[in-house]
């Protein structure tokens, strides 16, 4: 089982709504990452958690705000985005954070902020 | 400034020949690569892996060349399929740091053609 799932699909929110974003996996991997979307463009990184510690931050703003309650679960908590924040959310696992693991990505949420 | 490239947005080959996808990349740190598929609605799908200290691996349809020289690494699918259509990425990391962080290309669109 390679699963990584993701929730909601869709969000559509206004830029003064809370939200969050989940991504959950059962494969016993000690690392998550959140990466963002646009369209036409590559995933890029923004928060990696190692044995449910944030260990990057790729100078994301604080509007973005990640949470690892365990090593299961990946939250992504938002508020007061802006409409250039609309895009693609990717959540990802691997085994451990070393480079040579491969990421199992989730389908993603489809982020509209209006 | 994009430290892997994808210089060929799209592909269009028949069903049953080979498609050669190609990737190129400046960093010189790199040591792995990776390639995913994508599907619409879907999350990125692993594929295959290269390390650095080796020119091939295979796996099935799917045979990853690189040419560390010429910074250059392709995929090869033989015989493609019309299954095979999707957006593939091109990946790379360094194991440098106690993080793996994956830099991806802008993907290429793949279409087979029954």
């Known amino acids: 089982d390679t699963e990584v799932t993701q929730t909601p699909k869709h969000l559509v929110m206004g830029m003064t709504n809370k939200k969050s974003l989940k991504c959950e996996q059962h494969?016993?991997?000690?690392?998550m990452y959140w990466y963002k979307q646009k369209a036409k463009k590559p995933p890029e990184l923004m928060f990696v958690?190692?044995?449910?510690?944030?260990?990057i931050n790729e100078s994301v703003p604080s509007r973005f705000s990640p949470e690892c309650p365990n090593s299961s679960l990946l939250n992504l908590h938002l508020h007061a985005l802006q409409p250039e924040d609309s895009a693609l959310y990717l959540c990802?696992?691997?085994?451990?954070?070393?480079?040579?693991?491969?990421?199992?990505f989730g389908a993603g949420t489809r982020l509209s902020v209006l | 400034d994009q430290q892997v490239k994808q210089n060929s947005p799209s592909l269009s080959v028949q069903e049953g020949r080979i498609s050669i996808l190609n990737c190129d990349y400046t960093?010189?740190?790199?040591?792995?690569f990776l390639w995913y598929k994508k599907y619409p609605a879907e999350g990125p799908t692993f594929l295959i892996s290269i390390s650095s200290i080796k020119d091939k691996n295979e796996d099935g349809r799917f045979t990853v060349f690189l040419n560390k020289s010429a910074k250059h690494l392709s995929l090869h699918i033989v015989p493609s399929q019309p299954g095979d259509s999707a957006v593939y990425f091109c990946a790379a990391s360094a194991s440098t740091g106690a993080n793996s962080k994956l830099t991806f290309g802008k993907g290429i669109t793949l279409s087979v053609r029954p």
């Open positions: 958690y190692s044995y449910e510690k944030l260990s």
């Open positions: 960093n010189s740190m790199f040591d792995y």
């Open positions: 990802a696992s691997s085994q451990d954070a070393r480079t040579r693991n491969i990421q199992y």
């Open positions: 494969m016993g991997h000690r690392a």
